[in-house]
């Protein structure tokens, strides 16, 4: 899948032709049979991981995995799943498709593409991951006719929670340069057991008090419905702030991204005021924006709605 103008092919194609006129066997350089990654080498790679949209914990960048996994902090890691060897663009050499998993207070997943070449492994994207109408990614494996078969689902089930998510096998490939679904369904039916709720953030006004920065983070959680939400959980992610809260349960007042739990039921229509305490010790540079996102905890209902989850966190001084 290494991207080739169309000179470059040419030129390919004209040195196979000579190669066969003049009894010689070997492919040239550039068209190797197959660049696929060995399961063993991937799993102890450096790789390019693409950032998920709305989970800030979840590693990105380049990241190096030790026997499949890689580590952030206690409470979040990725894994590697099964390595799948495919064609996804339909040339002469085949590529690798792996699924991605962020474990931590979520499990969500994505799947990416890699292939081998002369200096080492190389990343080819994102085929598929969370997005408005997919909420998670949880398997993979190779299409008959090419590209994969991701296995996709409407629903990531949280901590303690319950909920069936819905799932469905869609195709994918490469074409005209971006990743498409080429077969499969392309929306989920609707389910008995949703409802949309949202998140809105207003600004934080920061003081400084003996070199100690200070401030106030309101959030306003909504039930737009149509069923009532028994509890929901606010991730607040801004760098560098200790966050604290007596209107919620938090469970990691470290620096950095916090998780809080709000179990009281919210009904259709009603919204719910929370603050939030945010402190940096002196000497420290805290982040001036960071993010903030809501997520239902309960059992039996999910959110089918993610574009009102995620809210901008952005700090200025008094």
Not at 223 to 231: F, I, K, M, Q, Y
Request: aromatic share 2%; with cysteine.
């Amino acid at each position: 899948m290494q991207r080739l103008s169309r000179t470059t092919t040419l030129l390919t194609v004209a040195a196979v032709s000579v190669a066969t006129l003049t009894g010689l066997t070997a492919l040239p350089a550039a068209a190797q049979p197959d660049s696929t990654v060995p399961a063993q080498e991937l799993n102890n790679a450096t790789l390019s991981i693409p950032p998920l949209a709305g989970e800030p914990q979840c590693p990105s960048g380049q990241v190096k995995f030790t026997n499949g996994r890689a580590t952030a902090g206690e409470l979040v890691e990725l894994v590697l799943g099964k390595p799948v060897n495919t064609n996804l663009d339909g040339d002469a050499a085949g590529e690798t498709a792996v699924l991605v998993t962020c474990a931590g207070v979520t499990s969500v997943g994505q799947i990416i593409a890699v292939e081998r070449a002369d200096a080492g492994i190389v990343a080819l994207g994102r085929v598929v991951g969370p997005r408005a109408d997919v909420r998670d990614v949880t398997g993979v494996k190779a299409a008959k006719d090419g590209g994969v078969v991701a296995t996709v689902a409407d629903h990531a089930p949280l901590d303690g929670d319950s909920a069936q998510p819905q799932t469905q096998g869609r195709t994918f490939i490469w074409k005209a340069g971006r990743y498409v679904q080429s077969a499969g369904p392309k929306h989920f039916p609707l389910r008995d057991d949703s409802t949309d709720i949202g998140l809105v953030t207003g600004g934080v006004v920061t003081k400084v008090v003996g070199g100690v920065v200070s401030g106030s983070l309101t959030a306003v959680v909504s039930n737009v419905g149509p069923r009532a939400s028994t509890g929901q959980m606010i991730v607040l992610d801004v760098k560098g702030w200790k966050i604290t809260s007596d209107d919620v349960t938090c469970q990691n007042p470290d620096v950095g991204t916090q998780v809080c739990r709000r179990e009281e039921p919210l009904e259709p229509g009603e919204s719910a005021r929370l603050r939030f305490a945010m402190r940096a010790e002196a000497g420290s540079k805290p982040a001036a924006t960071g993010t903030a996102r809501v997520k239902l905890i309960e059992g039996m209902t999910v959110d089918t709605n993610l574009d009102n989850d995620m809210s901008p966190i952005r700090t200025r001084a008094a």
